[in-house]
């Protein structure tokens, strides 16, 4: 991916992330994730309905990174099936690993593909999609 685009869509999910604001609904699943290393500390909402994720919001204090990554996840995972979005979970996740993983999966997500040469930002790049992998793996 071009380094300025790369830059501009990161700016631009920071910036103006999607659904940011929580929202006072039983229906969803709230999920707190924060980074020790980081100020990172983001409230996550997720709802599913027939065996979809509907809607997802957050808020709360994060670095450019988490944010955008969170602003992207959104984007990527809202009409998801529990099935598909853990496909997306897997490939992202080998990504920032350095495993074999499907770009084509991924969209506006490898923006990251480089993040593994900032250990330090792999942890912030990663924290939205780790409270999905806890909710998804309790939901059925």
Do not use: W
Request: glycine share 4%; aromatic share 8%; with cysteine.
């Amino acid at each position: 991916m071009d380094p300025k685009l790369k830059r501009e869509i990161l700016l631009d999910n920071y910036q103006n992330p999607t659904n940011r604001g929580l929202i006072d609904d039983d229906s969803y699943i709230k999920v707190n994730t924060n980074n020790e290393s980081c100020i990172d500390n983001l409230d996550i909402m997720y709802k599913f309905e027939n065996g979809r994720i509907v809607d997802i919001r957050f808020d709360g204090e994060a670095c450019a990174i988490s944010t955008s990554a969170t602003s992207i996840m959104i984007q990527s995972l809202i009409g998801k099936t529990k099935e598909e979005a853990l496909e997306i979970l897997e490939n992202y996740e080998n990504m920032l690993n350095e495993k074999e993983y499907h770009p084509e999966v991924l969209g506006e997500l490898n923006l990251y593909q480089d993040i593994y040469k900032q250990p330090n930002r792999k942890k912030c790049a990663f924290l939205p999609f780790e409270s999905l992998k806890k909710v998804i793996e309790n939901i059925e």
